[in-house]
């Protein structure tokens, strides 16, 4: 990994600006905040206040706390709460979906409606809710009033359990891992991990297992669903992406976040021409919005609103002096934000109930008035436009193709009367893709942003690795320009072939941190498909998030593990203390679940690691030889299907 803050030269231009005017920054504030050694590596217990036991001591005695809880222990215990709390994080955002999904079919919220029809009987197939001859509104308030129940359900299974393969299915039953209620497995997570409850670390981490499960198949799937239902599944659109989309001579809203209900209403309050006009008498030339993180996801794959950058471009957006309000929600929010908001004219307005930021404005959104609120916030960064000082907007932009949903993958595949999978696992079998990537996280001020993502990406198209992503790996991708199809140069020989016939970038953007749902939902369809085994642990892939820094990127790790699917998390890992613990997350949960989670700082380590991983995998499958490409008439593909 190299010195450098960015491989990203529109963030060195902020930084060396934020530098000069003595703006403190994430990048800044890196490098006189050490990370205490004992906390990073899980060794610090403060679960009662008898402690908080720093387990670091060379003997038996020293790693002992005062109850007697061995380091093995809390290490688990401390993974285990990392992985509730990424699991309610994602699960309350899906919670907050199936709320306006159901105030929207009782017309209570008239600024949204139930746009993708299609998904919204889909969805509502899976959770055995009939359809025939009801009104939309109907569906979706019995789609809505099931997702709900989802959260506070004590006993059985959650719904989309029964998406994934049947053999995963067993599995998880056979290891008392599936999970009952979304609430119910963060709670007895909780539960567990204080003090004089569960310490056996084997156990405490099945329980961390069985609450990523309630995230990935429950809340994180139910907020990628319910939200494709009110906003539309993505199909691609073309965007751009970086700091220079924001525009010297308009009225610049930023939504930073996560979540989708306000921001999709900003993008229309930003386009009503009564705001137009109103921008323009005070001397601006129209309203420009941009995202941030997630949010900036979520309207990038449905309205191809361009993203100002990845979780690390949020204090430097505000640097460029040209941002007139952000509008943050919820989730990866740097408080930090308030006090560079001051150094410049932006208002920073909160607007969440569940998150006030000291020095932020607070307009509470309410979906019950929904366009009315997202009017006035626009109307506050109008307002400030003529308030804007010195400006200084980095030229630097990328086009950018999103809105890979999977049901638009299967479309592009198969084309709109045989939407299907098959040419894809026909063309890893072929060995002309060698497998799927999905590369997905964060950025990390401890580690040079962007670099990670792109120089594991380069090398795994360049071995004709399919590469999938969400979060702010996704938006480094974009920024970086790996999201077009001219990227296909950058792809080994077979995998151009793929993208060329199929016409599909080699790099796909799926979407936010809660479209992390829609690769298991891809993988399930793989296995479905046929002839890549008949688990998602057979099939040749690998989830890598190489900058990570949020809970919720180890619980996303926890329940693509769960699923069968190995994940290499870049940096430090956080159960570095316990070898023990390392041992169970790699090889034990191998054993038990078929995926693992290995913690491996070196980039080109991860690379090999996946290539091999790959290899094995297509070995296990009797594919490891590449095969000319043959056409299946109809009886070969029936002996395909397993
Ligand atoms: Fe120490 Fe045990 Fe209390 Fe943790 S729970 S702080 S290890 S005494
Ligand atoms: S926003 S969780 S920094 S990906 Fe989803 Fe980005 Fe990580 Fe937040």
Redesign the pocket.
Known sequence: MGNKKSIDPAALEMLSIAEAKGISTAFSRVDNMKPCPIGADGACCKNCSMGPCRLVGKDEAGKTGICGATLETVTARNLARIVAAGAS?HSDHGRDMAQTLIAVANGEARSYQIKDVAKLKAVARDMGIPTEGRSKEDIARDVGTKALMSFGQQSGELVYVSRAPKKRQELWRRFGLTPRGVDREVVESLHRTSIGVDQDAEHILDQALRTSLASGWGGSMLATDLTDILFGAPKPLTAQANLGVLKKDEVNVVVH??EPTLSEMIVAASQDPELVEYAKNKGAKGINLAGI??TA?EVLMRQGVASAG??LHQELAIVTGAVDAMVVDV??IFQGLAKVAQTQHTKLITTSPKAKITGATHMQFDEHHAYEMAKEIVKVAIDNFQNRGEVHIPDYTSDLVAGFSHEYIEYMLGGRYRASFRPLNDAIMQGRILGVAGI????NPRVTQDEGTISIMRQLLANNVLVVM????A?GAGKHGFMVPEMMEQAGAGLREVCEAVGMPPVLHLG???DNSRILTVLSAIVKEGGLGDDISDVPAVGIAPE???E??IEIATYVAASGGYVLMGGRSPVKASAEVTRILSEGWEKKVGGKVEFVDDYQEIVDKTIEHLHKKRKALGIDVAKERELFDMEKRRELVV
Not at 470 to 473: D, H, L, P, V
């Open positions: 994080a976040g996560h993180c997630c996801n990845n979780f989730q990866c997905v996280g964060c950025n969400t979060g702010c790996s938006i936010s941190c809660v990570w820094m949020s919720k990127a």
